[in-house]
């Protein structure tokens, strides 16, 4: 092991057992379709996965304890009734064959849910509705407050029951606990309710609960905002003093994270978000507690260095890795090996893990809730066979790495100087820099452990494939900027497309229009305000701007431009642009109303991409087994690229 993890790698000894490091796999929002709550094998599957990679405890995803109201979304992990147990006790059997300790945490929705999907009344302290999801709810009664302590200390049992080390109550995030800990929520004046010792009446009267359903042998450990990041919220004084009374309650661990729907991009931490801006947070709550209640850092660590850097320079006794655990189950394991570059890095994307409706996913990592059936197909080896891969973009580069490792020999060609594709143009956007280095560094690492060739500054054509004589090709030549051809003008060439902008082809003047309001778009008028001179109108058709990323994410991106000269118009068809005395006028629709704005000078294109499949297309109608992956085969995002070149590599 190397030296430089002295603090990651040491044990802790809790009461009644010890992990074997300071990394704890925080729960993470997870959606099973048609699971109805019960433990089925692809969740045990994907909690595998992550066990064998070696961190110290694994909680287990928010579980909800209430039939009728307690889940945010449908398929969350439930454990209202004797039902839930066995599958449970399964997950927590292969957890313990690896090693590795688990609790499991035990939770509420409150007003942050959507009832007309998830069913079920929604319940909140005060009946104030959630400005994001827009429910309509009720302040829970007194009554109702007794029963759910009730199923708060039964859930407790079957965690028990299940073979759980302990129970983490989720008293963060805005849901039913975190919202009558906090003013913002909590306006209540019964007793239930007013000053921060009231407040927390009804998280001490389920940890008393808890303890006297399953005795003094588990763990019960809460998770709280160390600031809710909301007007009229908690501040990290007000956590101090919150987690103080919940430890002399009987708290024995605190996981200190932030946020709420609101303020959502301070609990998902998007690319925009520092690196470890949490972290101040947890180290506020250890510092207010003291030595004997171990602390959490969590939010924002992308990785082992990180996590040991916190626990050398901080008072916190462990760091939550989450969502890099998504990326690379072995993370961990990894970095104990000294196989650091080996780690594929977490994007931030703020896109996949937690973002109900889809199912369980990862931009970085095509094997996300599919882990045994994409490990048992990625260990079959069929004859060795001559591929070549066009493009070394996203697409290119993960179809080259799983062929790779089913053994065939593999070729990656592009007429670029440097691999990444699109992504060497979204480093060019404010904030990603470093974080597409990591993950471009990273293949560059797959490529020399994988001995895959690679030639730069290639131009390809039919010629070049037939010389080559490829067993398999797979054409990875991504997409191009799409000129709408509904819009008049559009093609004029003084009217650029946003690649351009980024790449710095092109120059723009101090007044821009920028048609599409998609991350491209949005981002690019973020790049262009670099420049504090600049204004920048942003015209999108949809009722809203960056609908192609997570609420999270835009809450972070937006926050940007409170002080910059930018202006949104949404429901808005661009018709027409049009040059005249050397400013562009630009003929809209909005709200079914025609309108003409103009002087602007330059006019920037960002409406997506159309496939680059010329190549891919002429080589189909030549050879045999030809596979266009990516925009070339069908414009999408980054995980759309990956995605479906691992799956061609696949079932090549």
């Known amino acids: 092991m190397s030296e430089k993890f002295e603090k990651l790698f040491t044990p802790y000894k809790f009461r009644s057992f010890e992990v074997s490091n300071r990394v704890v796999m925080p729960p993470m929002a997870i959606y099973i379709p048609g699971s109805k709550g019960y433990v089925e094998q692809r969740l045990i599957d994907y909690y595998e996965a992550r066990a064998k990679g070696g961190p110290g405890l694994i909680i287990v995803n928010a579980t909800y304890v209430s039939p009728v109201s307690g889940a945010s979304h449908p398929n969350q992990t439930a454990l209202y009734n004797d039902s839930f147990i066995d599958g449970l006790k399964k997950l927590v059997d292969v957890i313990h064959s690896h090693g590795v300790k688990t609790i499991i945490q035990l939770y509420h929705s409150g007003r942050q849910r959507f009832g007309m999907i998830a069913g079920g009344e929604t319940l909140s302290p005060s009946g104030i509705p959630d400005p994001v999801r827009k429910d309509p709810t009720r302040a829970i009664t007194i009554p109702e407050i007794q029963n759910l302590i009730k199923e708060f200390a039964a859930a407790a049992l079957r965690a028990k029951k299940a073979g759980f080390e302990g129970i983490e109550l989720h008293c963060g995030h805005g849901y039913l606990l975190a919202g009558f800990l906090s003013p913002y929520q909590n306006t209540r004046t019964d007793e239930y309710g007013g000053d921060t010792w009231k407040r927390t009446r009804i998280v001490r009267e389920i940890i008393a609960a808890c303890r006297e359903a399953?005795?003094?042998?588990?763990?019960?450990?809460?998770?709280?905002?160390?600031?809710?990041?909301?007007?009229?919220?908690?501040?990290?004084?007000?956590?101090?003093?919150?987690?103080?009374?919940?430890?002399?309650?009987?708290a024995e661990l605190i996981h200190v994270t932030a946020g709420m729907a609101p303020s959502g991009h301070y609990t998902f931490l998007p690319a925009e978000m520092k690196a470890g801006c949490n972290v101040y947070l947890a180290e506020g709550i250890k510092e207010a507690v003291g030595p004997d209640v171990p602390v959490i850092a969590v939010g924002a660590i992308e990785d082992p260095v990180q996590a040991e850097e916190i626990l050398r320079e901080t008072n916190v006794d462990f760091t939550a890795i989450g969502r890099p655990m998504f990326a690379d189950p072995d993370i961990v394991k990894k970095a104990k090996e000294g196989r650091l570059k080996e780690i594929r890095?977490?994007?931030?994307?703020?896109?996949?893990?937690?973002?109900?409706?889809?199912?369980?996913?990862?931009?970085?990592?095509?094997?996300?809730?599919?882990?045994?059936?994409?490990?048992?197909?990625?260990?079959?080896?069929?004859?060795?066979?001559?591929?070549?891969?066009?493009?070394?973009?996203?697409?290119?580069?993960?179809?080259?790495?799983?062929?790779?490792?089913?053994?065939?020999?593999?070729?990656?060609m592009d007429k670029k100087d440097k691999i990444g594709g699109k992504m060497l143009l979204v480093k060019l956007r404010p904030g990603k820099d470093r974080l597409i280095d990591r993950w471009i560094a990273y293949y560059e690492n797959e490529i020399d452990r994988l001995k895959i060739k690679v030639e730069l500054n290639k131009e390809v054509d039919v010629a070049t494939v037939e010389a080559f004589q490829p067993d398999i090709t797979i054409v990875a030549t991504g997409g191009k900027p799409l000129v709408p051809k509904a819009i008049k003008g559009a093609d004029n060439k003084k009217v650029v497309a946003?690649?351009?902008?980024?790449?710095?082809?092109?120059?723009?003047?101090?007044?821009?229009?920028?048609?599409?309001?998609?991350?491209?778009?949005?981002?690019?008028?973020?790049?262009?305000?670099?420049?504090?001179?600049?204004?920048?109108?942003?015209?999108?058709?949809?009722?809203?701007?960056?609908?192609?990323?997570?609420?999270?994410?835009?809450l972070a991106l937006l926050e940007d431009f409170l002080k910059k000269d930018i202006k949104f118009l949404t429901s808005t068809d661009v018709l027409k642009v049009e040059e005249k005395n050397g400013k562009f006028d630009l003929q809209i629709r909005r709200f079914s109303k025609p309108d003409v704005i103009t002087g602007f000078d330059t006019v920037v294109l960002a409406c997506g991409v159309t496939p680059e499949n010329k190549l891919g297309l002429a080589l189909q109608e030549k050879m045999d087994n030809v596979f266009l992956v990516g925009d070339s085969a069908t414009p999408g995002d980054f995980r759309a690229a990956v995605h479906t070149a691992a799956q061609t590599c696949m079932n090549m």
């Open 214 to 250: 399953i005795g003094d042998e588990m763990l019960i450990g809460v998770r709280l905002n160390g600031s809710d990041y909301v007007n009229g919220g908690n501040t990290l004084e007000d956590a101090k003093e919150i987690a103080k009374i919940l430890a002399d309650a009987g």
């Open 345 to 412: 890095p977490c994007l931030r994307c703020s896109k996949s893990a937690g973002v109900w409706p889809e199912d369980m996913r990862c931009t970085v990592n095509p094997a996300v809730g599919i882990e045994k059936s994409f490990e048992e197909n990625l260990k079959k080896m069929g004859p060795s066979k001559k591929v070549l891969v066009i493009g070394a973009g996203p697409g290119g580069l993960e179809a080259a790495r799983i062929a790779a490792i089913k053994g065939h020999e593999v070729t990656v």
């Open 498 to 554: 946003a690649d351009d902008v980024l790449l710095g082809n092109v120059s723009v003047g101090k007044n821009i229009a920028i048609i599409g309001g998609s991350s491209l778009g949005v981002e690019t008028a973020d790049f262009i305000l670099q420049d504090d001179t600049k204004k920048v109108t942003v015209f999108e058709m949809q009722r809203d701007v960056l609908l192609d990323i997570s609420h999270d994410a835009e």
